[in-house]
């Protein structure tokens, strides 16, 4: 299984960007996808999760509002479209996957992980 994140980059505060992985060597529609995000030192925080055919999406709190998941099972991708950054935002961001019904909204709760991507905003 990877996932291979993209999308990462440097942005100035109030801008964004597009976040995006893409699936292989699994059968998309099994699983539940989320994003997470990481600073040195700070544990995994949840960011946006989406249910296997997308009628069901949670955010964390501190996203909500700005930030907007989704899936394409033609090209087994979910995007994570930021918009409205701030410098808080900063952090390396990763994908990940959950086999069943149930959103990945903890660390313990995911089956794969994607290498992060870094977003940086400056303020």
């Known amino acids: 299984v990877q996932l291979q994140a993209s999308g990462g980059g440097l942005v100035q505060a109030g801008g964004s960007l597009r976040l995006s992985c893409a699936a292989s060597?699994?059968?998309?529609?099994?699983?539940?996808m989320g994003w997470f995000r990481q600073a040195p030192g700070k544990e995994h925080e949840f960011v946006a999760g989406?249910?296997?055919?997308?009628?069901?999406?949670i955010y964390g709190d501190s996203v909500r509002g700005r930030f907007t998941i989704s899936r394409d099972h033609t090209t087994n991708t979910v995007h994570l479209q930021m918009n409205s950054l701030k410098p808080e935002d900063t952090d390396a961001y990763y994908c990940?996957?959950?086999?069943?019904?149930?959103?990945?909204?903890?660390?313990?709760?995911?089956?794969?992980w994607g290498k992060g991507t870094l977003v940086t905003v400056s303020s």
């Open positions: 060597g699994l059968t998309f529609s099994r699983y539940c």
């Open positions: 990940a996957a959950k086999l069943g019904a149930t959103i990945p909204s903890s660390y313990s709760g995911v089956d794969y």
């Open positions: 989406i249910s296997r055919f997308g009628n069901s999406i």
